[in-house]
């Protein structure tokens, strides 16, 4: 049962409501009887950048600093170290008109004649369709309130019913901040509200057509609509702004035209029609997979479920680990579509002028991990507002690598908005981050290892990675110490000093210019040659420390004591590729040690990148075990990830970690169930995706693998790796009926597919000999 369900109404925007959304705009249901209120938001209604009163300059020096960069550096070299706040004095500076993500406001249904008693409540997400929901019995009629946002038809839909003729009364308003102007009126059933922000006068309009069967509709003097006596009602909204991902200005088009026909076309449509079209499009990519742990149902509300985890019985357990894992899938689904901006640090949800961090693009991790599983979880189109982001990235990012480090290429720190904020800001531990715009390259490149869209990779992957490439080549300098190309200044990110080499940064270069190397052997691109050569020349950053850990730091500091949350010198362990249990042992094993000595605290997305580093080292048990501490000690009520507070990365994070346990495909082999914990004895999935554009599906028991069919999207050679093949097993192509010769090596099989064909390994007859070739 794939519900989120709730015996009460919604007290508490951040741990209670039900979210709902379609990428550009976003819903929060209280199911409150009397008067309801859904929570709204648009993607792109922010304060700050161009207009801001504040002023804005895109985070470069307003004023020329030539020996600054060069000072740090020889500070660094001199010391081996340097102070964050000394660096802050010296490249940082205050920020303005970064601005924050703005509510868009709130939807409210104030009934006309609210009852004094209600029973049998229920509120609940239902995450097979994407329909929240509420109902409550009073005087004896049933009412029923239905809610999606619908990216087919760009729009929200709300439907009020009840059992019995003539009994849904409410009047609809919108409410909104202070801190805008705000005009309202409604004319035939529609409500249109308008205004524009005072901090940067963006424009932003919203509309919602009231839509009757029987009853009595009334435009109100205020701008609002009410509604008497009617057998149900359906309620259409849309919203935008003339917010444009287009630099420098970043304004378009009045949204007054655009938000109209929206709302006039799905108002053209019936409710059954609306609602057939929103589920065909959310399940095309919500049904890609299906998950099953040997989970059984359990009809208690869900914060009770949650609440009740530590000691329910294992199935029970794994019905809400599967309904955890699912919901990170809805919550991508719903906050990453084509034509908006991609998930920021809350997806799309918010409902302060304030939010936590401004509700921005954290790029040291979060919005990277916001991405995690958007291709293992087969949700490959997700990513197109991140990679539209990236690219309109590329202009500002180039002025500020020329302005504050003289390079080609283009640049990026630790926190963006949607103005293009590619340089800094003056708080010392989080405003110095360059490597942000490789580890986002990292993304483009996993679109094509997971796709193998050639095309992608020459025009739109390529040119990015290519240009990031160009300037680490311009910035990368030569230690002294031992002759190698590093980072420097660098920081390994919320944690100790500034140093030259430091572990993530050389990492995050090196998986850089080996995914360039790549690329370019590909595409025919003789710059791979000079690529090539420089990575042979960087300081890989992962050695060995004297305790057996891997060095966050060039220089051997680590403390065996320290639990700081962020573990980032093991990027190359996850998500990179550098580091691996099976191709570079000695390496994993010092990881394991790192990972073992910070512990298994930290925050919600710490917890879930914890759940990719165990499952990477093999260790389902422990992943197992960072799943369970996220939602025991990091989930609200709503099952949304919480730092605290509300963050919503640890979500998306965990539900990667989860596929990362079920399939890895990191090093070109198809492994199957690589870290599955004894918690899952026996199970299902259908739908996950590994590298080389293959989808699998698998059946196990008794902790093993029995079924492994795997639909090739290429011709070429496949490799997996499963318990399956030390057993008599053969292969057989589902399309043919033809069983497929396969070369076996230890647990390792490799056969040669056909695009768009269907290969089904499992156990024959017990006795024999593995099936072999060659």
């Known amino acids: 049962m794939l519900t989120l369900w709730y015996d009460r109404p919604a007290a508490d925007w951040e741990a209670e409501t039900l979210p709902i959304g379609n990428g550009a705009l976003g819903g929060g249901v209280f199911g409150t009887v009397a008067a309801e209120r859904v929570q709204l938001n648009e993607k792109t209604l922010w304060t700050g950048g161009p207009g801001s009163a504040g002023g804005y300059d895109f985070g470069n020096w307003t004023s020329p600093r030539p020996d600054a960069l060069s000072g740090v550096r020889a500070l660094i070299e001199r010391d081996h170290k340097a102070d964050p706040d000394t660096v802050a004095a010296a490249l940082g500076q205050e920020r303005r008109g970064f601005g924050a993500y703005q509510p868009f406001g709130e939807l409210g249904l104030r009934l006309t004649d609210p009852p004094a008693e209600v029973t049998d409540y229920r509120r609940d997400l239902d995450l097979s369709c994407a329909v929240a929901s509420v109902s409550y019995v009073a005087d004896g009629v049933r009412h029923t309130r239905e809610y999606f946002a619908s990216a087919a038809d760009g729009v929200i839909v709300a439907r009020l019913s009840a ?13 909104a901040p202070d801190n805008r102007t705000r005009r309202t009126t409604a004319v035939d059933g529609r409500s249109t509200f308008t205004g524009a922000l005072h901090d940067n006068g963006l424009r932003f309009e919203a509309q919602f057509q009231v839509l009757t069967d029987g009853g009595v509709r009334t435009d ?57 079209a929103h589920r065909r499009d959310y399940r095309e990519l919500f049904d890609r997979v299906r998950l099953d742990l040997g989970q059984q149902p359990v009809d208690v509300p869900t914060d009770e479920l949650l609440r009740g985890y530590a000691t329910a019985p294992a199935p029970h357990r794994r019905a809400l680990e599967a309904l955890y894992f699912q919901y990170g899938r809805y919550l991508l689904i719903s906050s990453s579509r084509p034509g908006s901006l991609p998930a920021n640090l809350q997806g799309v949800w918010n409902d302060s ?79 110095w981050f360059p490597e942000a715009g490789a580890w986002l390259a990292r993304h483009f490149y996993e679109h094509y290892l997971f796709t193998r869209d050639l095309r992608f990779l020459r025009e739109r992957a390529y040119p990015v990675m290519k240009e990031l490439a160009q300037f680490w080549l311009d910035e990368l300098k030569v230690d002294p110490r031992d002759g190698t190309l590093v980072v420097t200044p660098s920081f390994s990110p919320e944690h100790g000093d500034f140093s030259a080499g430091a572990a993530m940064s050389q990492q995050i270069v090196g998986q850089l210019f080996a ?35 891997l060095r966050e730091w060039k220089e051997d500091w680590d403390d065996p004591a320290d639990e700081h949350r962020h573990v980032s010198h093991l990027f190359a362990l996850f998500p990179g590729n550098g580091i691996g249990a099976r191709t570079t042992p000695e390496l994993a094993e010092a990881a394991k040690v790192s990972l073992t000595a910070r512990g298994d605290g930290g925050t919600g997305w710490s917890k879930a990148w914890k759940i990719n580093f165990w499952a990477r080292l093999l260790d389902g048990d422990h992943a197992h075990r960072m799943l369970a501490e996220q939602l025991l000690t990091s989930t609200t009520a709503n099952l949304w990830d919480t730092h605290p507070p509300f963050q919503i990365d640890g979500n998306f994070g965990a539900t990667a970690g989860v596929a990362e346990m079920l399939l890895q495909s990191q090093d070109g082999v198809v492994h199957v169930l690589p870290a599955l914990p004894g918690e899952w004895p026996t199970g299902s999935y259908t739908g996950l995706r590994a590298r080389g554009d293959i989808t699998v599906d698998v059946r196990w028991s008794d902790g093993a693998a029995t079924e492994i069919t795997l639909t090739t999207g290429q011709d070429g050679p496949v490799t997996v790796r499963s318990t399956l093949f030390r057993e008599t097993f053969r292969v057989v192509d589902a399309l043919t009926g033809q069983e497929v010769p396969a070369r076996v090596d230890g647990d390792a099989a490799t056969f040669t597919g056909q695009a768009r064909h269907r290969y089904a390994a499992s156990v024959t007859s017990s006795g024999g000999s593995p099936h072999r070739l060659g």
């Open 220 to 276: 109100d003097a205020d701008g609002s609509v009410t509604v008497a006596d009617a057998d149900s009602v359906v309620l259409v909204l849309a919203a935008g702004t003339d917010y444009a991902e287009d630099y420098p200005t970043y304004r378009g088009a009045d949204p007054h035209r655009r938000v109209t026909a929206a709302v006039d076309a799905a108002s053209a449509k019936s409710w059954a029609e609306l609602l057939d």
């Open 515 to 549: 995914d360039v190397v790549a690329s370019a052997d590909v595409l025919g691109d003789d710059f791979g040659a000079e690529v090539r050569d420089a990575l042979q020349r960087l300081d890989p950053g992962t050695r060995i420390g004297s305790w057996g850990q």
């Open 353 to 431: 002028v304030s939010p936590p961090w401004s509700a921005d693009y954290h790029t040291n991790i979060n919005v990277q991990m916001n991405y995690w599983p958007a291709e293992t979880t087969n949700l490959s189109e997700t990513t197109a507002p991140l990679f539209s982001y990236v690219d309109g990235l590329r202009e500002p990012g180039a002025v500020t690598a020329r302005l504050l480090h003289a390079a080609r290429g283009w640049v990026v720190n630790n926190e963006i908005n949607p103005f293009g904020f590619s340089g800094v800001h003056d708080w010392a531990t989080a405003f």
């Open 163 to 175: 059992d019995r003729p003539g009994r849904v009364g409410f009047t609809a308003s919108i409410t």
